[in-house]
């Protein structure tokens, strides 16, 4: 079945990519392995030109911390970011349920509590720093 102009092949693929980018698995090898799956069935997914069964979607959805139909449904184009790396950022804080929340409990905040989030977050940034001198 075609929606938009791809087939289901295509969807997941794009999709697996952008999950794959997201999450930095870009070695194809270890991602196989991760997944308990063969390096070349797991390179036909991605490319496109096998569609894995619904065993394996559930394991890649598991495994990127995602629902099943994000891997395997068409999404529309989101271009209210400016950059694709905003996007990406943006997706990335979604997945991670700890992330997550702490944007949702920043909506709330104040922008005098955003500053000494901020800070905070700044200065744990630089003792790490230094700790790795």
Request: glycine share 4%; charged share 30%; net charge negative.
């Amino acid at each position: 079945m075609k929606i938009n102009g791809l087939g289901n092949k295509e969807i997941l693929s794009k999709n697996l990519k952008m999950y794959i980018d997201i999450n930095g698995k870009n070695d194809r090898a270890e991602l196989a392995k991760d997944l308990a799956v063969p390096y070349t069935t797991l390179t036909d997914w991605i490319n496109g030109t096998s569609y894995p069964r619904i065993d394996k979607i559930e394991l890649m959805a598991r495994y990127f911390k995602i629902l099943k139909s994000d891997l395997i449904e068409e999404h529309e184009e989101n271009y209210y970011y400016i950059s694709e790396d905003t996007r990406m950022l943006a997706q990335e804080l979604s997945n991670n349920a700890a992330l997550r929340s702490l944007m949702d409990a920043s909506r709330n905040a104040t922008p005098e509590d955003l500053e000494i989030t901020k800070n905070l977050l700044l200065s744990l940034k630089m003792k790490e720093q230094k700790g790795d001198d």
